[in-house]
């Protein structure tokens, strides 16, 4: 049994941690050991998910995840429905929590994405809760509602059109107080599929030689919208999502393979390209938009 | 009515997107159901039109459009009646495109040189999209005129070449040119005379 310890604060960056746990392990039986994680955020839980459904598909069952039982964590995953979708990756060694309360600050519990009718519903159900968060709370005018289910949409459609494996959703609001001093939502999208050098690799590799890699294929698809189909009204859902995210002061970071490349806003101070990262397949789109300054004068 | 024939359809996008793709949601995101929509509009026009159409193609009742249902129900259908192989002579006037709605739609129109008209909640019009800025200054030109006869073109505006631009516009189907009189009509006031 090969263990992989579970970070303590989990969230998009300390996922490279478990990826690189993930990949040292061979193809023995594998157990998630999360006694010790006192934090997540969506990309962490999400991140968790996809890391389990690499080593399920890798050693043909179920890794094994413990958690801590009746740590506040372990309630959170179950307020953000994670047990509800783990079940079907991890073999749990924690009784779940009966999940008997909402929370304001949820916006989007975990959601696998598999079909465009998933798309659909999760862009339905975030216009009632979004409205408040994003006005109330991140001070965001009302019309932010459309423009960021528009977000939401397209970076979904990109675990269906590219990924061609499943994929999960979820978003929420945090109190940045150290870092930022300011309330932040975060949202996250995963896929475990073939990653964005994979899906561009047919149509632009031979072009860009033994440049070629994750990097390249990030660059190219985030920084000038390429896209494995030679139809030209397509490419433009990246493009127009850092635009909007820009806008609203935010962070989108795209991890794929070995590499993540992000726009930076001011604020943050995240290297705008990595590589040599611990591989990890697919595509991991991380999106931060923080509350907006309210000039009181 | 205008002495040539020209076939008024309205298309209540909101209403097709619910009865032919997803019964539940007025929300226009993903690129298959923008597909689907589109395919629903072409059917609507060759079950209802004539070899010469103008559609208003309603998106008041549509609460969110993403970039890839815009480029399938925008961008994509007026290719399709832009090709020298299309099915007819379709013109269209798209009517409720909100503020909310319209950067969607100007990118997928601006990234494949397209242009449309559409109907602003004040109940004028506009052309949204790509456009030259002699195509915009002859084609607000005429709006503001209705129509015009061949022998006004030069009076429209100031300057030379109004005729080739006023052709321009009737290729990109901003403009509708009367087969029998050769008046130069904008689609608007096509709209007012069909309805």
Same mark, same amino acid.
């Given at each position: 049994?090969?263990?992989?310890?579970?970070? =303590?604060?989990?969230?998009?960056?300390?996922?490279?941690?478990?990826?690189? +746990?993930?990949?040292?392990?061979?193809?023995?039986?594998?157990?998630?050991?999360?006694?010790?994680?006192?934090?997540?955020?969506? =990309?962490?839980?999400?991140?968790?998910?996809?890391?389990?459904?690499?080593?399920?598909?890798?050693? =043909?069952?179920?890794?094994?995840?413990?958690?801590?039982?009746?740590?506040?964590?372990?309630?959170?995953?179950?307020?953000?429905?994670?047990?509800?979708?783990?079940?079907?990756?991890?073999?749990?060694?924690?009784?779940?929590?009966?999940?008997?309360?909402?929370?304001?600050?949820?916006?989007?519990?975990?959601?696998?994405?598999?079909?465009?009718?998933?798309?659909?519903?999760?862009?339905?159900?975030?216009?009632?809760?979004?409205?408040?968060?994003?006005?109330?709370?991140?001070?965001?005018?009302?019309?932010?509602?459309?423009?960021?289910?528009?977000?939401?949409?397209?970076?979904?459609?990109?675990?269906?059109?590219?990924?061609?494996?499943?994929?999960?959703?979820?978003?929420?609001?945090?109190?940045?107080?150290?870092?930022?001093?300011?309330?932040?939502?975060?949202?996250?999208?995963?896929?475990?599929?073939?990653?964005?050098?994979?899906?561009?690799?047919?149509?632009?590799?031979?072009?860009?030689?033994?440049?070629?890699?994750?990097?390249?294929?990030?660059?190219?698809?985030?920084?000038?919208?390429?896209?494995?189909?030679?139809?030209?009204?397509?490419?433009?859902?990246?493009?127009?999502?850092?635009?909007?995210? !820009?806008?609203?002061?935010?962070?989108?970071?795209? !991890?794929?393979?070995?590499?993540?490349?992000?726009?930076?806003?001011?604020?943050?101070?995240?290297?705008?390209? +990595? +590589?040599?990262?611990?591989?990890?397949?697919?595509?991991?789109?991380?999106?931060?938009?923080?509350?907006?300054?309210?000039?009181?004068? | 009515?205008?002495?040539?024939?020209?076939?008024?359809?309205? @298309?209540?996008?909101?209403?097709?997107?619910?009865?032919?793709?997803?019964?539940?949601?007025?929300?226009?995101?993903?690129?298959?159901?923008?597909? %689907?929509?589109?395919?629903?509009?072409?059917?609507?026009?060759?079950?209802? %039109?004539?070899?010469?159409?103008?559609?208003?193609?309603?998106?008041?009742?549509?609460?969110?459009?993403?970039?890839?249902?815009?480029?399938?129900?925008? %961008?994509?259908?007026?290719?399709?009646?832009?090709?020298?192989?299309?099915?007819?002579?379709?013109?269209?006037?798209?009517?409720? @495109?909100?503020?909310?709605?319209?950067?969607?739609?100007?990118?997928?129109?601006?990234?494949?040189?397209?242009?449309?008209?559409?109907?602003?909640?004040?109940? %004028?019009?506009?052309? @949204?999209?790509?456009?030259?800025?002699?195509?915009?200054?002859?084609?607000?030109?005429?709006?503001?005129?209705?129509?015009?006869?061949?022998?006004?073109?030069?009076?429209?505006?100031?300057?030379?070449?109004?005729?080739?631009?006023?052709?321009?516009?009737?290729?990109?189907?901003?403009?509708?040119?009367?087969?029998?009189?050769?008046?130069?009509?904008?689609?608007?006031?096509?709209?007012?005379?069909?309805?």
């Amino acid at each position: 049994m090969q263990i992989i310890p579970v970070p =303590g604060t989990l969230d998009a960056a300390s996922f490279d941690q478990l990826a690189k +746990e993930l990949a040292k392990s061979g193809e023995g039986k594998v157990l998630f050991d999360g006694r010790h994680l006192r934090w997540v955020d969506p =990309g962490g839980i999400i991140g968790l998910l996809a890391a389990g459904t690499v080593a399920r598909d890798r050693q =043909g069952t179920p890794p094994k995840l413990q958690l801590l039982e009746g740590a506040d964590v372990t309630k959170y995953l179950a307020r953000m429905r994670f047990f509800e979708v783990a079940e079907s990756v991890f073999d749990l060694e924690v009784r779940p929590p009966r999940r008997s309360w909402s929370s304001s600050d949820v916006l989007l519990e975990i959601t696998p994405i598999n079909t465009n009718p998933d798309i659909h519903a999760v862009v339905d159900r975030v216009q009632q809760q979004a409205g408040a968060i994003l006005s109330k709370t991140l001070n965001y005018p009302a019309s932010a509602v459309v423009q960021f289910s528009v977000i939401l949409s397209e970076v979904c459609q990109n675990i269906i059109e590219h990924a061609e494996a499943p994929g999960w959703v979820s978003a929420q609001t945090y109190t940045w107080a150290k870092r930022l001093g300011r309330q932040v939502l975060i949202l996250s999208v995963a896929d475990v599929g073939k990653g964005f050098r994979g899906s561009l690799a047919d149509t632009h590799a031979t072009r860009f030689g033994n440049r070629w890699g994750d990097a390249t294929a990030l660059e190219a698809a985030f920084i000038h919208g390429l896209t494995r189909f030679p139809d030209s009204g397509r490419g433009q859902g990246i493009q127009q999502i850092r635009k909007q995210v !820009r806008r609203w002061e935010g962070a989108i970071s795209i !991890r794929s393979g070995t590499a993540r490349i992000a726009d930076v806003p001011s604020w943050d101070d995240t290297p705008p390209l +990595e +590589e040599n990262l611990p591989p990890f397949p697919g595509a991991q789109i991380h999106i931060i938009l923080p509350a907006q300054v309210v000039d009181h004068a | 009515m205008p002495d040539f024939e020209v076939d008024p359809v309205s @298309i209540d996008v909101g209403r097709l997107v619910r009865r032919n793709v997803a019964s539940l949601y007025s929300s226009l995101v993903t690129r298959p159901t923008g597909q %689907a929509v589109r395919l629903a509009i072409e059917n609507v026009l060759a079950e209802e %039109a004539g070899p010469v159409s103008l559609s208003v193609i309603d998106l008041s009742h549509v609460t969110v459009i993403d970039f890839s249902c815009a480029d399938e129900v925008v %961008a994509k259908l007026l290719l399709r009646f832009l090709e020298d192989d299309r099915p007819r002579d379709a013109f269209f006037v798209f009517r409720g @495109i909100r503020e909310l709605h319209r950067d969607p739609i100007e990118v997928v129109l601006e990234r494949q040189t397209l242009a449309a008209v559409s109907e602003t909640e004040s109940g %004028a019009y506009e052309v @949204i999209g790509s456009t030259s800025w002699e195509e915009l200054k002859v084609w607000q030109a005429l709006e503001g005129r209705g129509r015009v006869k061949p022998k006004e073109v030069h009076d429209l505006v100031p300057g030379n070449g109004v005729e080739e631009t006023l052709g321009s516009l009737v290729r990109r189907r901003l403009v509708f040119r009367n087969p029998l009189s050769g008046e130069y009509q904008a689609l608007s006031d096509l709209l007012h005379c069909l309805t």
